[in-house]
Structures are given as C-alpha cells and as structure tokens.
RNA sequence: GUCGCAAUAGCUCAGCUGGAUAGAGCAACGGUCUUCUAAACCGUAGGUCGAGAGUUCGAAUCUCUCUUGCGACACCA
C-alpha cells in the first residue's frame, strides 16, 4: 500500500537507501567478510570467498583470537598436513589490518585491531540509540500473531503465560526486523461450555458475587455444574437448549454471555497489565461463529470436501497426514473450522507476510492439518503459516487441570515475585525512589525472562521457588547490570561519551565489545527462528561480560581514555534496554 | 500400535549449518564490600554427552537400531 502523498518514485528511492545502507554496515561491522577476503588473497582459487565465510568460525575462547579459519579443508588440496599448512597460509597473510593473525594447530586464528572495532561498535551503537539492530528485513509486512487465547470465565494460569510472553516478545523482534505484527487474542468466548455457565449461573450464581470477583465466581458455577450433572443427567440437556438459545440471539442469553465475556476481559485485562502485554483485536471464536459459511463453500465447490462415517472430511494423504473432520456427523462445526475462518479473515483483511500461531507443542499434528487444508483451498497466505510451538508446563510431571485442582495461577506467581522483589529492595536499596514500580518490573521481568531463557520447546516442571530466583541467569541479573551501568552515567555527570575517543583497546573490554557487536545478527536470528530465548541468552552474555568488566576496571578515573569508557557504559545500556524490551521486560534505571 | 519431540555435571539448562582441552547458572566449599549499588565479582570441586553401531581427517552435533520419558493419533479445544 502506498500511502497518500509519496510518489512510488519516492518509495523506490527510500527502498534502495535502505538497501545501501544495510549494506554500508555490514561492510562496516562484518569482520567475517574482512578475513574471508585476507584467506582468499592467499590462496589460489582453491576455495570459494563463499567456501571460507561459510567455514570461518569464532574460536572458544577470546585468547585463540576473535575469528578461525579451520584448515583441514585445504588439506586434501595441498596433499600436506593441516597444521603446516596453516603455519604456510599465515606467512602469506597481510597481517597490517589485525592486531595478529597466528597459526595455531590446524587453525589460522585471527585477532581483530581492538581500538578500530571499538571506535566502529560504540560510535554506531551510541549514534542509533535503541534503533541499533533495526532492520528492515520486513519489509513492512503485516503478521497476524494468535496468541494467549485465554478461555472465558476460567482463570488464566501458568500456561497462557507461555504463549502471551513467546507471542509477544515474537512481536517486538519482528517489529525489530522491519515487520507489522498484529497480536491478536483468540478468546475461547464461544461454545456449549456457555451454556452449562449460563445455567448454573442461573441456579446457584448471583449479581454481586460475580461482580465482586468474577473469574472465581464463574468457575465455581462452573464447576458445581460438573459435579451435578453427574447425578441429573437433565442438566445436559437443559445446558445445550441455553445454548442454542445463545446461537439464535435470544436476548438474555446475549446479555449474559455478554457480561461474563466482559467481566473476564477486565480481569483479564489486569494481568496483561501487569506483564505489560497489549493487544491489537481480541477477535475470538464468538467473532468468527458466522463466518464459518465460506470457508466450508470453498471446501465444497473444489470437492475437497467428502463424507466419512457420516462426517464431512479433507483427504490429505498427498501430506502424509490423517484425514481432517471439517463438519461433525450431525453438521456442527469444530475446531478447525474456525480456523479455517480465521485464517481466511487474516488472508483478507491483512494480506500477511506470514501468519503466526503461539500455541502449544500438544497441536504440532493439528497445525500441519490445518496447514495442508489451507494449502488445498489455495489461500494466499497458507504457506507461509507458521505454528510457533512451546513446551508443556507441569505440577510434578503432570499436567495442568482445572477440575484436579492442579492449576497455578498466574497472578498468584507474579504477586509473589513482585512481593519478592519488595523485600529485596527492602533490604539492597530502601533509598531507592519509586520502590513500588521498580519491584513490579523486576518481579514481573523475572517472570517473563525465566520463561523465555530457554528453547520453547523445553517443557517445564513448576517450582514456584525455581521462577523466584533473582541471582544467576535471570532477568534481574540482566536489569541490575542495565542499572549499574545507568548508575555509572549518572555519576559520570557532565562527562560526554559523546565526543569521546572510542578508541578502548583495554583487553578486559573487549568481551564487552565483541558482544555488542553481536546484537544486530542475533536480532536477525531471533526473528529467523521465531526464538525469544536467543535474545535472553545473548542479554545474559552481555550483562556477564559488563559485570565482568566494571568488576575489574574502574570507569570513572580521569584519564584520557574515560569518554571511551563512557562510551561502552553508555552502548551496554542501550543494548541491554533493548534486548530486554524485545523480551517484553522493564530495564528499571535504578534497583 | 503408529507418528512426533526429548535424554549433556547432584538440579535447571547452553552448546550455531560436524571442528581446538564439553560450558553456564543454581546447590556445595573457599575468597572479595572505608574505593562507580555484593541482585555483583573471583576461585575449588563436579561429566562413559541414555546405550550400541555407522559415516568422517574429526561426532554431544549427521544416519540407523535399541532403552526410557513426554506428547499427538477424527466427531474436545
């Protein structure tokens, strides 16, 4: 879409500059492509530029150097051992733009000019602010990201945090990669269960209480209906009649249905809140309940549509997957079929780059069904439909479950982190000012950082006392390393990193540097895999290096090298803010 | 039963497209606050990378078999 105004001329000329310029810094940060070249002049077309940027690896630790260049591959070529081999390439190398470039074993390790690097990283850090990283990779595409999908009149747990928080981090790193996302909260608002809610309401249920707290209210309703119905059966059927009612528009049911719907989103609402989540649409099953005509007609009128054991399903042998039951053998719908709505509605109203689905590793089989079905009508966007699954919480090797009372919910686990975080700075800091909100942060970005440290996929045994944890990998080790470096500043006073020098060659600064570095790549990364932690471990790989540094080297020494270490302070904390940002946690200046 | 995912230090996990002596954090033990906030830093100890075979100059990483655990297997969502 092209907006009022610009010429396509005038788009085609800020496409091209952005181009230029991603270009112009990768030439600038790529140190990769710079030793990629310093192999290839000494070689004699035995490998490919491609060949060695591909083989080119970073080294375990600093001391063998910032990049190596393995040279068993050559050894076939030159019929000589790999280690003489390396000794030979590194005689040859024009050494005059590396700090040193030595042959170690069978590898060539290079060591990169300490000052330039610095100079390069901090000016470009400090001059993009929290933009450094940003990318346009995107290309402005709209993404439609399903997340949290908390059902309606049922407390939010433990699980939905997983798919709120991966959701949206996702959505912060793909805004970071130049896209559009557009999160959207697939309420579970429709279904029998609302009429089973709206009658037990009815009996056991009042006005106040429900006003009073309305999430717990409802479940017990809820709940004692399940534990009746067991003795009358007629409750059953007086549930599914309420229902159809709801269907037909009957206006009480409307009502009520209404009201439960909204006094669980504002309860809901709370929390997300609290974890500093917003959303775009809150288009849930009840939104797409009439809209499930096409997407059936569309199925219908390709044929795909066939009848088994009075069900109507799609045949997806061609996808290696069972059969998927589109309509039930008494015509009512399911799961998939409003899904298949949904996905139409994207398609049409956002035409999306991709289109994203946080939602548990239990409905991997689901998704690719409902991917090969989207596939089969030929909808745009179905291709590039992506499940983005996360592993299983549980209580004790076992599942979550409402009715065996193994539920934990998930304001109970942050207002205990937050009262955490109270005490903490109760004892650490009681100067410190805005103690309220500080805590809030910390205790909520431990939350949301322990979730998000480690792969999806990794399913998680609950210990409360496990997600409590300040010290360490965490996301208040991350905050605290942010704020000492804003405390730095702080005291640094009038003192410019601006106008600095940034050329540090310290070598103790120089884990610091080469993480900094980093940042853009792993952005780039992160959105490639659709993979949060991969930030959350870079963050913690930064804040070690920093603590490891100002643990060593004091900055605030007048010297002339002091705007330069200003200049790195200065770099961490906008890279550190960043990277916590993108987790969707708080990098508090003080805690 | 079929398919998928996992198995690395006492615990929780990293380990990128195969590469140099397998790394962190907790917990344990020991050190560092009159010097930019000790939510930190430094050190010690801790491992047949589930088992076996194969591919390779080289395997925690790739292939196969097996074991164990978790999940999914149409009229729930």
Not at 22 to 33: E, G, L, N, V
Not at 100 to 125: C, H, P, Q, R, W
Not at 458 to 470: A, G, H, M, R
Request: one cysteine or more; glycine letters at 6%; proline letters at 3%.
């Amino acid at each position: 879409m092209v907006p009022r105004g610009y010429s396509s001329l005038t788009i085609f000329y800020c496409k091209s500059f952005f181009v230029d310029l991603i270009i112009w810094r990768k030439m600038r940060m790529d140190y990769k492509a710079q030793v990629t070249n310093s192999i290839l002049s000494v070689l004699n077309g035995e490998l490919t530029s491609a060949d060695i940027y591909e083989k080119l690896e970073q080294p375990k630790t600093l001391a063998m150097g910032d990049l190596a260049f393995p040279a068993f591959v050559l050894a076939k070529v030159f019929h000589k051992a790999p280690n003489q081999i390396a000794a030979d390439l590194v005689e040859k190398i024009d050494q005059a733009s590396y700090e040193k470039v030595e042959a170690k074993g069978a590898y060539i390790n290079f060591f990169l000019d300490k000052g330039k690097v610095a100079s390069n990283v901090l000016t470009t850090i400090i001059e993009e602010g929290s933009t450094y990283g940003q990318n346009e990779n995107g290309k402005g595409g709209n993404v439609p990201i399903d997340m949290s999908s908390p059902n309606i009149a049922k407390p939010i747990s433990m699980g939905h945090l997983r798919s709120t928080v991966i959701g949206n981090s996702i959505a912060n790193i793909l805004r970071k990669n130049g896209y559009h996302p557009i999160k959207d909260n697939h309420l579970g608002d429709w279904g029998t269960q609302f009429g089973k809610l709206i009658v037990a309401y009815r009996k056991w249920g009042n006005e106040d209480d429900v006003k009073k707290d309305p999430i717990n209210n409802l479940v017990k309703y809820y709940v004692k209906f399940h534990q009746e119905d067991k003795a009358h059966p007629e409750l059953d059927d007086e549930a599914r009649e309420t229902f159809k009612k709801l269907e037909d528009g009957d206006k009480e049911e409307v009502e009520l249905w209404k009201w439960f719907r909204r006094v669980s989103l504002e309860s809901f609402n709370k929390i997300y809140d609290k974890l500093g989540v917003k959303f775009d649409t809150y288009n849930g099953e009840a939104f797409y309940n009439d809209k499930m005509d096409e997407g059936i007609n569309i199925l219908k009128d390709k044929g795909l549509l066939v009848e088994s054991q009075g069900a109507q399903v799609v045949n997806l042998d061609k996808y290696d997957l069972n059969p998927a039951l589109i309509l039930k053998s008494d015509g009512a719908t399911l799961y998939i079929t409003r899904d298949i709505a949904t996905a139409i509605y994207r398609d049409r109203t956002y035409q999306p780059a991709m289109n994203l689905y946080v939602v548990g590793s239990e409905q991997t089989y689901y998704f690719k069904q409902l991917k090969a079905v989207l596939l089969e009508m030929g909808l745009h966007s179905a291709a590039n439909l992506h499940h983005i699954p996360f592993g299983l919480i549980t209580v004790n090797g076992k599942k979550l479950s409402t009715r065996s009372g193994r539920i934990i919910l998930l304001d109970e686990v942050l207002n205990d982190a937050i009262e955490l975080a109270e005490q903490q700075i109760a004892e650490k800091n009681p100067d410190l000012e805005n103690k309220e909100e500080v805590a809030k942060q910390v205790g909520v970005g431990a939350i949301i950082f322990g979730d998000l440290k480690n792969e999806r996929t990794n399913n998680i045994d609950f210990v409360l006392e496990d997600q409590l944890k300040f010290e360490g990998e965490t996301g208040p080790y991350v905050q605290y390393s942010h704020a000492r470096a804003e405390s730095i500043l702080r005291k640094a006073g009038s003192l410019n990193f601006h106008t600095a020098d940034k050329a540090l060659d310290d070598p103790s600064a120089w884990e610091t540097i080469t993480a900094l570095n980093e940042f853009p790549g792993i952005v780039e990364s992160a959105c490639k895999d659709f993979e949060p932690s991969e930030i959350a471990k870079y963050s913690l790989r930064l804040a070690k290096a920093f603590n490891k540094y100002y643990a060593h080297s004091k900055v605030l020494v007048k010297d002339d090298k002091l705007g330069a270490r200003l200049g790195l302070v200065k770099a961490v904390s906008i890279v550190l803010k960043e990277a916590l940002n993108l987790l969707g946690v708080q990098a508090p200046d003080a805690m």
